[in-house]
Structures are given as structure tokens and as C-alpha cells.
């Protein structure tokens, strides 16, 4: 390779290194802080030896290690990053013939695992068996003696399963090909194939599972071949690089990197949903409660779905803008408020955090444990155990709470959070009286034997507020359930006009006028907590509806009225 050549390569390092920072973080940061929303990586022991005692089970442990700092995405981002240009050194370092066109090639396996990454449910686990399975291959070639590499290569096939998983097949390929001999490329995809096939009848798991790897994608099921691909793409890079190429033919590089990476964008677009994207991001948020990043978010990108726009609802109430604001954002109905089971796109994380926030202690503990369950590979949740410790420490269940306290001071991210509740069971009173625990203690539903039913939320709702009035998530939301019902009666009854120590919210203002109509009132009557100008939206309002202005103007005009929610939906 040349100066300019070599200048190149590293240039090409170091941009792929660049955007897929930037891209996991910036473009699909909430993919990538999602991959530590989905395990509960603890420092000890006992999680070390449960990890490590199945086939992959290493590779498995360092992924999870890694994994707990893409609680950051930024961190996380840099990680993946950084494993997608190792992979693509490692490659390049296994390679005997090193000229341009084969560094152009040795990116393809990296664009490919990076592809893997914009799925739903990857793994770091895939990242860390897929390097340390080109490490093993890239060591096992540096034993100058052809028989001791051999007779190493062929000692490290079964090892490198127990520790790394099937990849080792991708070892025993790349020495197959190193070695140029018939009879021990045989011998080692041999040995490779059989430690699965060893392996079926003494662990629980299907052989389709032990073949594919039991820990590089988290869903069991349709698991994508991407890995594999790349798997094979790196034995093909290699193989290539053993063979001689007229050095005329060496001129394509240039076009060679040009065409890699133009490639790579669409590729790894087409891997990505931004419609997930947005989901995530939603959930997360409303996970860690950043309210106001919620409303900013919205303002950016208006949700589109049940879930985020119940979370948006959410967040409108906490920072005390539901009945101003709530119908700026379209809303479709009380499933937009409280999802239930049957909500599309419903996420168990905010679901849990909209009831934990109503007072609705134990049905936030039934979302929390859907949560659980719905992570693919049955592996415990950060965040939904920290909701849980709350949860019980809310319903005075401190043994339960510590249990799962425990669990988090075991991590590196909660640490500080767990141990602080965990420092006040000495004195248990100084736990519950902590200003958070204390309120939704009195804001909780205080019964044993209630069972919430969505059909009749609003009866859960006054429930709430009968046993504590102050709880003013509750009447928000039952005075958003009465709105999105287009149940005016039950609204007029509930809402506390005169209780308001400043202005009226806009969208009670326009529900008032629609009772107002209904009744035949006067606008001259009106009372003084109603707008002049609202009063004077609603006569073109009701001008434009007489005269059947399209919906689509109607919309254009009134969208962000209760109004044209409560006539359109």
C-alpha cells in the first residue's frame, strides 16, 4: 500500500468510526439506551456464574457488562462503535494479502453486524463472541510451527464454544482457510458443527437455538440471518486475500471504498424504523419521568401513536398544562389516556408509570411484571425494578421493596438511587416520609380487593379522589376521560370552574361553551372566568361547522380545539 493508500484506509476507519457515533446516538439514541432498559447487569458472583455456565455464556457476560453504559447513548453509541471498526481490523489484520481493494472489502462484515444493531432486539453479545472469535483466529496464526497451531486450533474449537458460542464455526472457517489443507479444514468445521450437536442432549434448549446462538439476538424465534452473513462475508474477505490478484486489477480502490459505503447507507436505513424509534423514545422518557423533555419532544415531532400519546398526556399533567394543551396533539379517544391490554403499541413501562403517577399502586404492579414478561429473553429490567421497589414501598411492603433495592445496588447506574432507600430501613418512618413516597401513599387507592376495570375508569378515578381529594392527576385525567367521551354531563359535574386560582385551562373553556350551546344559554350570561376570545373562536366555529366547511379546512383552523375533537372524532 502506498502513503496516500495507507492515509486512506485510516481516514475510512475513522469516519465509519465518526458517523456510527453519531448515528446510535443522535439518529437512533433511544435504540440504543433501550439494549440497557432490557437487562439488570449485576456485579456479582452468583450473576457472573448463572451467565457463564452456558455455551456463549463469556462472550454473553461481556456484552452485558458493556451494555449497562448504554445508559447513556452517547456511551453506549461510542461502544458499538467502537466494536463494529475492531471487528473490521481484526478482519483486516487476518488478511495476508493487504492492498486497498481488500480493506475496502473487510467492511463488509462490520456494515452488516451494524445492520444487526438497528433491529429491535439485538445483542452486544453478538459484537464481543464476534471479536474475540477473530482475536482466538487472529492469535492461533501467529504460532509460527504449522502442527502446534493445528493441534492449538483444534484444542480451542470446544473451548471457544463453551466461552463464545457457535461462532466458533467462524474460527474454524478463517483457520481452514489460513491453513490451505483439505484434511484440517475438514477436521475443524467438523469439530465446530458437532460441539452444538454434543451439546443438544445435555442443556434445555432446542438445537435450532444452539446451532443459531443462544445469546447474539434476544427473540428466539424468526432471529435474523444478518449474523451469519457476516460471518460468512469475513471467511470470504479472508479467503480472498489468499489469493493473487494481478496488481493492475488493484487500480478499482478508490471506487472500491466509494461503492462500500454508499452501499452501507441505504442498507442500514432500511434496517432502521424511525416509527420504533419514536416509540422508544416515549416510553424511556416517561420512564425516567423527564416531563418536560416529553412536551419538547412532542412539540418537535407530534406522536402518532396510543402509547406516546398517552405519555405526552402524561407528561401535560404533570407539568400542569392537560387542559391547555392536551388537545393541541391529536387525540383519538380514552385509549390515548389510559391504554389497557388491547392498546396498540402499547409500551408496559409508561403504561405502569401513568397508574404509579394516578395512585393506582397495584395496577402499576400488574403493567410492571407485562414489562417483564415481554422482554424476549426473560432477563430482568433496571428500570422496571426501580418502578416495583417504589411501588412497594408505597403499599408499605419494605421487605418486598428491599429485595428489590437489592438487586440495584448491584448495578453501576442505580447504584446511588438503591443504596439511599436502602440506608433509611433502619428507621422505616424516614423512608416513607420522603416527599414523593409520602404523597402517593396518601394518593394511592387504599383497598385490597379493587379490581380496575378500563370500561369504567372514571369509577377508579373518583375512587381516588373520594379517599384523597388532592390528588390532581386524578381529576386531571378524570376530567380528560370525561372530555375524550365527549361526556359534557359528567365534565360540567366534575370540574371545579370556580376552584381555578388563575385562568381557566383553554380546552375546559371550550367544553363549558358546548354545554353552554346545548342549554340554549346567552352570551351575555356567560360567566367571567370564560375567555372573549374563545367565545369569539367558538361563533366561526360554529359559522364554518353550519356551512360545511371540509374537514380538512375545519381541521386546518380548529385542530387544536376540543371542539373539533369533540364534532370530527
Known sequence: MTRIQKITDFGASLLFLAAAVVYFSVWYGFHTIN????????GTWAYFAETVAIPGGF??????FLTQFCYYAWSGALIIAVLLVLIRIL??????????????MTFVPTILLAMVMCYRFPTLSLLTA??????????????ADTKPRRIVALALIPVLYLLLGSLVILFAAVTAVKERNKVFAITTLVLAVACPLVAYPLLPYPLGRLLYGLHYYKVHIHMPVWPWVAALAAVAVVAFAEARIPSRQLRVWPAAYAAIFLLAVPAILLCSSRID?????????????????IVTEATRRAPRTYGETASLNLALCKTGHMGGHMFDYLQDGPE???????????????????????GMVNNARRNCFEALNAIPDYQKSAPVFKLLAETSIVNEKYELARKYLTALSHTLFYKKWANERLAKYEDLMELMIMEEYAMKHLERYKGEDYIFDYNASDVSLRQLLAEYPGNITALNYLLAWSLLNKDIGAFMSDCPFEGFT????KAYQEAFLINWDLFGGSPEDLPQFINPRIVSRKEAFTRDFETNVPMNKMMERYGDTYWFYYYFK
Open 130 to 143: 464476534f471479536a474475540l472469535t477473530l482475536t482466538a483466529a487472529l492469535a492461533v496464526n501467529c504460532i
Open 91 to 104: 478482519v483486516w489484520k487476518l488478511c495476508t494479502r493487504k492492498d486497498t481493494l481488500i480493506g475496502a
Open 59 to 64: 462472550a454473553d457476560y461481556l456484552g452485558r
Open 277 to 293: 424509534e419514536q416509540s422508544l423514545k416515549y416510553n424511556i422518557l416517561t420512564g425516567k419521568r423527564a416531563w418536560n423533555r
Open 502 to 505: 388563575e385562568v381557566v385551562p
Open 35 to 42: 439494549l440497557e432498559q432490557l437487562q439488570l447487569f449485576e
Open 336 to 358: 390515548t389516556l389510559l391504554p389497557n391490554e388491547n392498546t396498540p403499541y402499547q409500551e408496559g413501562l409508561s403504561t405502569a408509570e401513568i397508574f404509579y403517577q394516578l
